[in-house]
């Protein structure tokens, strides 16, 4: 196969299986997709409760996740029982998929493991990471770039119903069956990181 040095134009999802000009892929890490690379979270904050955060991520081949992933890097206290959630949202603001999250508000900080029911994602889509927290002090979460004027920043070029992160719904003791993505408000921060997985 050829090699040519002019510029080549990708108009859709590229799938890559290893490394991308030295940078890790999720698939290099046996993953479907994440927020970026985890290196990049350099930041933390503990999340405002009832607060429904959206976080996008690039779904490049059909498959089936059964794994949300987030990373805590202080643990809450005083959950608020049956009132934390994880799941995923279609761009369309359906909900995929909720499971409930009570155990990971009081874990060990690090890697969250979050089990969902299967749920199929295809090619070519986005879908959106979700976590709403309930607690006396809720998780302090790994993210990356946040600062005054990010909201616009991070999300620069996109309409409410495409940003990469986002708010949608305070005061929630769940996740909402479906959520109007034409409403959401842009996020302060570039986060929380997440990922899903098979």
Same mark, same amino acid.
């Given at each position: 196969?050829?090699?040519?040095?002019? +510029?080549?134009?990708?108009?859709?999802? %590229? %799938?890559?299986?290893?490394?991308?000009?030295?940078?890790?892929?999720?698939?290099?890490?046996? $993953?479907?997709?994440?927020?970026?690379?985890?290196?990049?979270?350099?930041? !933390?904050?503990?999340?405002?409760?009832?607060?429904?955060?959206?976080?996008?991520?690039?779904?490049?081949?059909?498959?089936? !996740?059964?794994?949300?992933? =987030? =990373?805590?890097?202080?643990?809450?206290?005083?959950?608020?029982?049956?009132? +934390?959630?994880?799941?995923?949202?279609?761009?369309?603001?359906?909900?995929?998929?909720?499971?409930? /999250?009570? /155990?990971?508000? @009081?874990?060990?900080?690090?890697?969250?493991?979050?089990?969902?029911?299967?749920?199929? $994602?295809?090619?070519?889509?986005?879908? =959106?990471? /979700? !976590?709403?927290?309930?607690?006396?002090?809720?998780?302090?979460?790994?993210?990356? /770039?946040?600062?005054?004027?990010?909201?616009?920043?991070?999300?620069?070029? $996109? @309409?409410?119903?495409?940003?990469?992160?986002?708010?949608?719904?305070?005061?929630?003791?769940?996740?909402?069956?479906?959520?109007?993505?034409?409403?959401?408000?842009?996020?302060? $921060?570039?986060?929380? =990181?997440?990922?899903?997985?098979?």
């Amino acid at each position: 196969m050829p090699l040519y040095r002019n +510029n080549a134009t990708i108009g859709g999802y %590229q %799938q890559v299986t290893g490394f991308a000009n030295g940078e890790a892929s999720p698939a290099a890490q046996n $993953l479907v997709a994440w927020t970026y690379d985890p290196s990049l979270a350099v930041n !933390v904050i503990e999340l405002t409760g009832g607060t429904v955060y959206l976080t996008k991520l690039h779904i490049t081949r059909t498959v089936n !996740v059964t794994k949300l992933y =987030w =990373w805590m890097a202080v643990a809450g206290s005083g959950t608020t029982a049956g009132q +934390n959630f994880g799941g995923l949202y279609g761009s369309d603001g359906t909900r995929l998929v909720t499971a409930d /999250a009570d /155990a990971t508000v @009081t874990a060990s900080a690090g890697l969250q493991t979050l089990t969902i029911a299967s749920t199929a $994602l295809t090619a070519g889509t986005f879908v =959106w990471g /979700a !976590v709403v927290f309930n607690a006396t002090a809720r998780p302090t979460v790994a993210y990356g /770039a946040g600062a005054a004027g990010a909201a616009t920043s991070l999300n620069v070029g $996109l @309409t409410a119903a495409t940003y990469r992160y986002a708010t949608a719904g305070t005061s929630q003791t769940a996740l909402p069956a479906s959520i109007t993505p034409a409403s959401n408000s842009a996020s302060l $921060l570039a986060g929380p =990181w997440m990922a899903v997985g098979t």
